[in-house]
């Protein structure tokens, strides 16, 4: 079933939008899903009851971004693992990255690591995925030690602690090429669904309102305000946004604009040097500006969860709305980066480690 965000036609929207309110019926009166057509029953078992409503109102026009819900400050602000000193986040960092959803740029790595990183980097960018069996930059972790190696780092490790738990898993991560000249990403946010399948949830936290995902950003080029660095909007991962079909403006391939009221003084520009970090939540409104430059820009990313959280329950394939097409998820699991998995919610893959300088040599 194409769900892609797009305006349709009336003839289409005459049909669908009558069909959504008998589902939303369907659903109200508790009726059994498992007799439904599986696409059917992904619809009235994960899609929320504003999203029917959103959806109907509208004649199909209008709907969430993502799967609604809103971020509850925590009670008590303070750092949720026990890290080595200079890894620490004070309270001030601790209750700025809450209020605002972002923090850093953060110092990791130095720029010879990242100038030599960069070409490994440019080497794979055509080649097919082993993981997915095509070109993709989805999950580059599974295929390449560094990058492994780089996630990993206690001064990434350590501070994400600090905001999930001492226990966390890696779902994804992702390849950014920004070439010269390439355009604006609009601006988008994320909660569970992830802007990808809009039949079924990614990730399956157990409490919506909480901090349960993080993305870690890392930059392998200077980002600059040229090259189109990224940008937030302060405070927006308050709530999940409507968005509006269609409009000049796209999120790759797909086609909507984020409809919000925030003031101009709440966006923030954040310029980033090769080898540093930010992190951030995905229900933060961010995207990034075009690259007005003659030269790339790359970076990477991973998306952490604590182990409490399942992802991808009973799936063998996944759908990316922006990025077109089917997953098949044979080949991926959840990577172990600190800590323990107790929980053991979902499959397992854990990338292979980069043999010591010594094993290379004799191999």
């Not at 609604?68 to 986040?89: D, G, N, S």
């Not at 993981?131 to 930059?137: L, M, N, R, S």
């Not at 604009?257 to 992190?279: S, W």
Request: proline share 7%; charged share 25%.
């Amino acid at each position: 079933m194409n769900l892609a965000p797009k305006l349709r036609p009336l003839w289409q929207r005459m049909i669908i939008v009558p069909a959504l309110g008998m589902l939303l019926v369907y659903k109200a009166l508790h009726l059994p899903s498992s007799i439904l057509p599986r696409d059917i029953r992904s619809i009235v078992t994960n899609w929320h009851y504003a999203q029917f409503w959103m959806l109907i109102k509208s004649g199909l026009t209008r709907t969430y971004i993502d799967e609604p819900c809103k971020f509850r400050m925590p009670e008590k602000v303070a750092a949720k693992a026990e890290v080595a000193p200079e890894f620490q986040f004070t309270e001030e960092q601790l209750r700025s990255f809450y209020e605002n959803g972002f923090i850093g740029p953060i110092d990791a790595f130095s720029p010879e690591e990242m100038k030599e990183f960069r070409n490994e980097m440019l080497a794979v960018e055509d080649e097919v995925s082993p993981t997915y069996g095509f070109k993709t930059p989805r999950d580059p972790h599974f295929d390449m030690p560094k990058i492994w190696e780089y996630m990993k780092s206690p001064a990434i490790t350590e501070r994400v602690a600090q905001l999930l738990g001492p226990d966390l898993l890696v779902w994804r991560s992702q390849h950014f090429y920004k070439g010269p000249g390439a355009a604006s990403i609009q601006w988008h946010q994320a909660s569970t669904f992830m802007v990808e399948d809009y039949l079924d949830p990614a990730i399956f936290p157990k409490n919506l309102d909480e901090m349960y995902q993080l993305t870690v950003w890392v930059a392998v080029d200077d980002s600059t305000y040229e090259n189109g660095c990224i940008e937030f909007i302060k405070g927006s991962h308050e709530q999940i946004r409507t968005i509006k079909f269609g409009g000049e403006e796209g999120f790759y391939k797909a086609n909507f604009t984020l409809e919000h009221d925030y003031p101009e003084d709440r966006v923030v520009k954040v310029p980033v040097k090769a080898g540093q970090f930010i992190i951030f939540t995905e229900r933060c409104i961010h995207g990034s500006g075009p690259n007005t430059t003659d030269r790339h820009r790359l970076a990477f990313n991973m998306r952490v969860i604590p182990t409490d959280v399942a992802v991808y329950t009973d799936k063998e394939k996944y759908r990316s709305v922006y990025n077109g097409g089917k997953y098949s998820l044979k080949n991926w699991g959840v990577s172990l980066l600190r800590g323990e998995d107790k929980h053991q919610l979902s499959r397992v893959r854990q990338p292979a480690e980069l043999q010591p300088v010594e094993q290379r040599k004799v191999a």
